[in-house]
């Protein structure tokens, strides 16, 4: 059994822009200030030191069961650390292999950046993927090989599309303060920041406004 998954302000983590500050020590911040799940991230990382840092990360979170910790890339250091779930693009390995190596009860997330990703994750046989990532919304500086910006309009298509196909759908790229509560409007499950907290002085005052911008976000797509 999958355990539950909470994506409404869903973290991604960079080292270098926590500092000097440990991701931990920002994680456990934000995990009280409502920030739902955590992806562990560095792309410099060598795969002990990933399994290190995603270490840190859980033991940050411990006294938040319902916030889940999911690995970037890395679905060996993700069967280590028994992370609870790992996530996965276009360019990383395919995603039927990963869940058979993940088993049935870790979460597994796969990036979309175009309607014919979206239609093949689709495609994929029941319980494969649990959620996608709509990417970028934005351009963003942090993923700057990322492709083309979907916009809010496209990503909103994207949606609806997955959630209707039973995914967890989360927007990412490109999310700052002033843009969450669009990103929040276009129906998305939850999005995802890096940016937007890892380097802010105050990353729990961060959260808590970004919290706040998701349910006016909400409340304006209810209105529509
Ligand atoms: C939730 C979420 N969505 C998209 C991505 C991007 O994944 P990927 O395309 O594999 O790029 P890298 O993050 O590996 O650089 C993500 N990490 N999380
Ligand atoms: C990890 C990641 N993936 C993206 C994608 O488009 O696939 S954008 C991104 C980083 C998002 O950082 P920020 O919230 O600071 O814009
Ligand atoms: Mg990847």
Known sequence: MRPPFDPTLYLVTDTGLCRPRSVADVVRAVVAAGVTAVQ????????RELLALTRTVQAAVVDHPGVAVVVNDAVDVAVLADA???????????VEEVRALIGADRHLGLSVSSAAELDAALALPPGTVDLVGLSPVWETP???????ALGPARAATLATAARAGGLI???IGGI??????EAAATGVD???VVAAVCPEADPAGAARRLREEIVRGRLAQVAR
């Open 176 to 181: 700052t303060l002033d843009r969450a509560a």
């Open 84 to 94: 609870d779930g790992v996530h996965v693009g276009q360019d990383d390995l395919p």
């Open 190 to 192: 939850g999005i995802c």
């Open 169 to 171: 759908a989360v927007a």
């Open 142 to 148: 942090v993923k700057p090989d990322a492709g083309p």
């Open 40 to 47: 562990v991230r560095d792309k410099h990382a060598s795969r």
